[in-house]
């Protein structure tokens, strides 16, 4: 079962940018545009702030973008604030070897804001 | 209001069964693929199953086939995870999440606040 690559953590002051980054393979990231993130406060539900790549849900502020390019999908968040504070994951639609389909989860970013 | 509540969690041993329940409500229930995602103590999220509106098709975790079985019940607006042969890796809080429409396009929307397993002699 693979999981997608992210760094363990990452940090940043208020008001800056960070991005976060995401590694599949051919078979997940790079081969579909379905990527989708969740900032998730210990203790709380996950919450869903990107899909598609770089689509936001409604209600998520515009300091929240993705990109994607081959294997790789990075979520950058601008302008920190103290709340942004939190794990983020991604997650990928990815095929199998067995001709069917799964989900894909990464690892986990904790976001430390300085 | 838009709500997933799961419940069935508790302590079992190793080798055991549980099932777990999730109530839907404040939406149209049929419209939404149903996941159940995990995560382990100071692990991260884990995808586990997934079952599409009327369950035409239905995907799990390497980890869980053949030991897992997630199925729905529209009428009723819940989802279910049948969990057998339980293994002390299977311990973690369990999650249902709403996908509207088949999974691909799209994301968990809305997740409910998750209950406990813990797998223990």
Same mark, same amino acid.
């Given at each position: 079962?693979?999981?997608?690559?992210?760094?363990?953590?990452?940090?940043?002051?208020?008001?800056?940018?960070?991005?976060?980054?995401?590694?599949?393979?051919?078979?997940?990231?790079?081969?579909?545009?379905?990527?989708?993130?969740?900032?998730?406060?210990?203790?709380?539900?996950?919450?869903?702030?990107?899909?598609?790549?770089?689509?936001?849900?409604?209600?998520?502020?515009?300091?929240?973008?993705?990109?994607?390019?081959?294997?790789?999908?990075?979520?950058?968040?601008?302008?920190?604030?103290?709340?942004?504070?939190?794990?983020?994951?991604?997650?990928?639609?990815?095929?199998?070897?067995?001709?069917?389909?799964?989900?894909?989860?990464?690892?986990?970013?904790?976001?430390?804001?300085? | 209001?838009?709500?997933?509540?799961?419940?069935?969690?508790?302590?079992?041993?190793?080798?055991?069964?549980?099932?777990?329940?999730?109530? &839907?409500?404040?939406?149209?229930?049929?419209?939404?693929?149903?996941?159940?995602?995990?995560?382990?103590?100071?692990?991260?999220?884990?995808?586990? &199953?997934?079952?599409?509106?009327?369950?035409?098709?239905?995907?799990?975790?390497?980890?869980?086939?053949?030991?897992?079985?997630? &199925?729905?019940?529209? &009428?009723?607006?819940?989802?279910?995870?049948?969990?057998?042969?339980?293994?002390?890796?299977?311990?973690?809080?369990?999650?249902?999440?709403?996908?509207?429409?088949?999974?691909?396009?799209?994301?968990?929307?809305?997740?409910?606040?998750?209950?406990?397993?813990?797998?223990?002699?």
């Amino acid at each position: 079962q693979s999981v997608l690559t992210q760094p363990r953590s990452v940090s940043g002051s208020p008001g800056q940018s960070v991005t976060i980054s995401c590694t599949g393979t051919s078979s997940d990231i790079g081969g579909y545009d379905y990527v989708s993130w969740y900032q998730h406060h210990p203790g709380k539900a996950p919450k869903f702030i990107l899909y598609d790549v770089n689509k936001r849900p409604s209600g998520v502020p515009d300091r929240f973008s993705g990109s994607k390019s081959a294997n790789t999908a990075s979520l950058t968040i601008s302008g920190l604030q103290a709340e942004d504070e939190a794990d983020y994951y991604c997650c990928s639609f990815a095929d199998t070897s067995a001709g069917t389909y799964m989900l894909v989860f990464g690892g986990g970013t904790k976001l430390t804001v300085l | 209001d838009v709500q997933l509540v799961e419940s069935g969690g508790g302590l079992v041993k190793p080798g055991g069964s549980l099932r777990l329940s999730c109530a &839907a409500s404040g939406f149209t229930f049929d419209y939404y693929t149903m996941n159940w995602v995990r995560q382990a103590p100071g692990k991260g999220l884990e995808w586990v &199953a997934s079952i599409t509106s009327y369950g035409e098709y239905i995907y799990y975790a390497d980890s869980v086939k053949g030991r897992f079985t997630i &199925a729905r019940d529209n &009428a009723k607006n819940s989802v279910y995870l049948q969990m057998h042969s339980l293994q002390d890796e299977d311990t973690a809080v369990y999650s249902c999440a709403r996908w509207p429409g088949s999974i691909g396009s799209g994301g968990m929307d809305v997740w409910g606040q998750g209950t406990t397993v813990i797998v223990s002699s």
